[in-house]
């Protein structure tokens, strides 16, 4: 079964860390692209960062670079998110997912606007007190 598993979500103080796994299953990470996604209560789902499966570049939102990484281990077949200096902003339920049909073409406009990822993980909760 193709599925993919987020984990690492918790509540933290502003200024902490805190970092996200995304575990796939039933392929292999490696050949696809990757992105991470947040949607908080009331707003619209925001592309927070994304890795290409091509040559392993990576974008970042404007709202999160500088503070946020995107990394993949292989063997692991994880991608991960590492997030420093969490603000009051980033509340939200993280998500990843993969282009499995692989109809990407612009990784930052895809990574932007969340489309053309096509398999979903569940989700993690992240929280962040002042």
């Known amino acids: 079964q193709v599925q993919l598993a987020e984990s690492g979500g918790d509540s933290v103080r502003s200024g902490g860390s805190l970092r996200l796994s995304c575990t796939a299953s039933g392929f292999s990470l490696n050949h696809y692209t990757i992105g991470w996604f947040r949607q908080a209560p009331g707003k619209e789902r925001e592309g927070i960062s994304c890795?290409?499966?091509?040559?392993?570049?990576?974008v970042y939102a404007h709202s999160v670079k500088g503070r946020f990484t995107i990394s993949r281990d292989n063997a692991k077949n994880t991608v991960y998110l590492q997030m420093n200096s969490l603000k009051p902003a980033d509340p939200a339920v993280y998500y990843c997912?993969?282009?499995?049909?692989?109809?990407?073409?612009?990784?930052?406009?895809?990574?932007?606007?969340?489309?053309?990822?096509?398999?979903w993980g569940q989700g993690t909760q992240v929280t962040v007190s002042s």
């Open positions: 890795i290409a499966g091509s040559d392993g570049s990576t």
């Open positions: 997912a993969t282009d499995l049909s692989i109809t990407i073409q612009s990784l930052t406009s895809s990574c932007n606007l969340g489309a053309q990822y096509d398999e």
